[in-house]
């Protein structure tokens, strides 16, 4: 059964709606309210699953009440009751998606079908809430493939991730893996020459093998399969004292030793070079599977370090997640950010990759590259300037030049985003002053009424309004409005109530006392004080 929260103030029409419907034949249980405020009190204990409500009632009319239940439930369902001349609200009602509108005197069959469409959507939104507790149920029991998956993709593939982007995805497949510095061990088992292993089973046999791995190095590493079948070991330094190389030495010992012994299998490991972050875990693998290489001219079995030997330098690996955030602070934050985020890209190209000046450059030309892409889009491209820079990343020879040449170039481009952005909001604004000033005189002008007209957000205007013009909508309205009141009551041709209706508001008392706060006079001093009288202010 559904809960259904009635809100009625009419107390006979609220009684009939309760007696005359069979409630629980429909599928609901049934709280009622005598108003607004009473209905939020009893939603509070009651948590309605739907919402029938009145629009005009004391103290909370309907509208609000719609809008604060959805605060806590945004999807709830909603019939709104109204009489023939309330057409404005049921406007504003059915902006709110309010599932049906219903005027009085509402029969009870036209009740009765509405709410069998709301408990027929209840249905529905169960049936879909249903599927998704057994789709996450299903992610729950994939945890540990997904783990496995992600951690031998990071470590075999260079990853486009950011550090960050690699924390918080660990993080949301609960992966443990946080530290200082990383070594990605590799094992490959092979039987051993005139003995057959313990365990026959080939799959049984590996997930023995990964129990003993997981068994030696404890808590300081992540053991998984990677795409060759063979089984690695990431280990985390954490705060240990003693040299980490020489740990991990003597846990891949460890594990080749109770592999033979209790397995009879032959184990050859590489371990990779340490690595200072997650996003060069690639580098470690990739290190470790050359030092296991080593076996096809050494022999299996063995323990092989890619410490021992000496390697041609990797493949260059663009840093993806700090390009990415070099762009991000171009297009969305400060001058210094920039240059914050250039300074971390260059430290991180002498930190990674050998001085090679066509390296650099093919990093340099990645970061202008995307800087062009956001030029373009805002429409802002110079793009003789663009090629001029391009060129000049091959007449600079040091890294020092380089990051100089950069620095000005990105300094130029974030300018001329920003120009671009402070003219588009100009013109935006101007579109929307000159919408407020065909439209002061309606009294229902509001902030999402212009921003309708111009096509924004109303939070979007507001805070244009504020950045812009320094000053907020409801004051720019307002001091619209009086300075055309100013003008009207100069003449003497109208009354007080009559510049009130001509500038938007409906009630002159109000306008009075705002035209007093704007002024310092009443609007009769005022019309005085310009030498106006002989007119009824009545």
């Not at 690639?282 to 030997?309: E, H, M, P, T």
């Not at 066509?358 to 340099?364: E, W």
């Not at 974030?414 to 919408?435: G, M, P």
């Not at 041709?493 to 001509?502: G, I, N, S």
């Amino acid at each position: 059964m559904y809960r259904l929260l009635i809100a009625e103030d009419e107390d006979f029409v609220r009684e009939a709606f309760v007696r005359n419907i069979d409630w629980n034949a429909i599928g609901f249980t049934v709280m009622d309210a005598p108003d607004g405020e009473i209905a939020l009190q009893i939603a509070k204990e009651f948590r309605p699953d739907a919402l029938l409500t009145d629009i005009r009632m004391p103290f909370i009319d309907g509208l609000e009440l719609v809008e604060r239940l959805r605060a806590d439930d945004p999807n709830l369902p909603v019939v709104v009751i109204s009489g023939h001349d309330e057409f404005e609200f049921a406007q504003r009602a059915l902006k709110r998606g309010v599932r049906d509108y219903l005027l009085k005197p509402v029969r009870p069959h036209v009740l009765e079908k509405a709410m069998r469409d709301v408990k027929d959507a209840l249905d529905e939104r169960a049936r879909k809430d249903e599927k998704l507790q057994k789709l996450r149920a299903l992610y729950r029991q994939s945890i540990p493939l997904l783990q496995e998956q992600f951690l031998a993709r990071i470590a075999e593939h260079p990853s486009k991730l950011s550090e960050t982007a690699i924390r918080n995805t660990l993080d949301e497949l609960q992966i443990p893996l946080r530290g200082t510095a990383y070594i990605v061990c590799v094992f490959s088992a092979s039987t051993a020459p005139d003995l057959p292993p313990s365990i026959p089973d080939a799959h049984l046999l590996d997930f023995a093998l990964h129990n003993v791995l997981a068994e030696e190095f404890g808590t300081d590493a992540r053991c998984l399969r990677d795409s060759r079948g063979q089984h690695v070991a990431i280990y985390c330094k954490r705060s240990r004292e003693q040299s980490e190389r020489l740990f991990v030495y003597d846990c891949v010992e460890a594990v080749k030793q109770s592999a033979e012994m209790a397995l009879t299998v032959v184990l050859t490991v590489g371990i990779g070079q340490q690595v200072e972050d997650l996003a060069g875990l690639s580098v470690s693998y990739q290190s470790a599977i050359d030092a296991l290489s080593q076996q096809v001219l050494l022999g299996k079995g063995r323990i092989y370090d890619a410490a021992d030997y000496a390697y041609s330098p990797p493949p260059l690996t663009l840093p993806f997640g700090l390009i990415d955030d070099l762009l991000t602070a171009i297009k969305i934050e400060d001058a210094a950010a920039v240059q914050r985020a250039l300074d971390e890209l260059f430290s991180e190209i002498k930190a990674r990759n050998s001085p090679d000046l066509n390296a650099m450059r093919l990093i340099l030309a990645e970061v202008i590259g995307g800087a062009q892409k956001l030029l373009m889009e805002a429409d802002c491209l110079d793009a003789q300037r663009m090629s001029q820079l391009y060129q000049a990343l091959y007449t600079h020879d040091t890294m020092e030049s380089l990051h100089i040449l950069l620095a000005g170039a990105l300094a130029e481009m974030k300018k001329a985003l920003d120009d671009k952005r402070k003219s588009t909001s100009a013109a935006l604004i101007d579109r929307a002053c000159h919408v407020a000033a065909q439209m002061y005189t309606d009294a229902d002008l509001s902030l999402r009424s212009v921003a309708e007209q111009v096509y924004v957000t109303p939070s979007y205007l507001s805070t244009l309004f504020k950045r812009e013009l320094g000053t907020s909508f409801v004051e720019y309205i307002t001091k619209l409005r009086m300075e055309k009141a100013k003008e009207l009551l100069s003449t003497g041709e109208h009354k007080t109530y009559e510049v009130a209706a001509l500038i938007g508001y409906s009630d002159p008392q109000y306008f009075s006392s705002r035209f007093k706060r704007y002024t310092g006079e009443t609007p009769t001093t005022f019309r005085k004080g310009k030498g106006v009288g002989g007119i009824d202010e009545a």
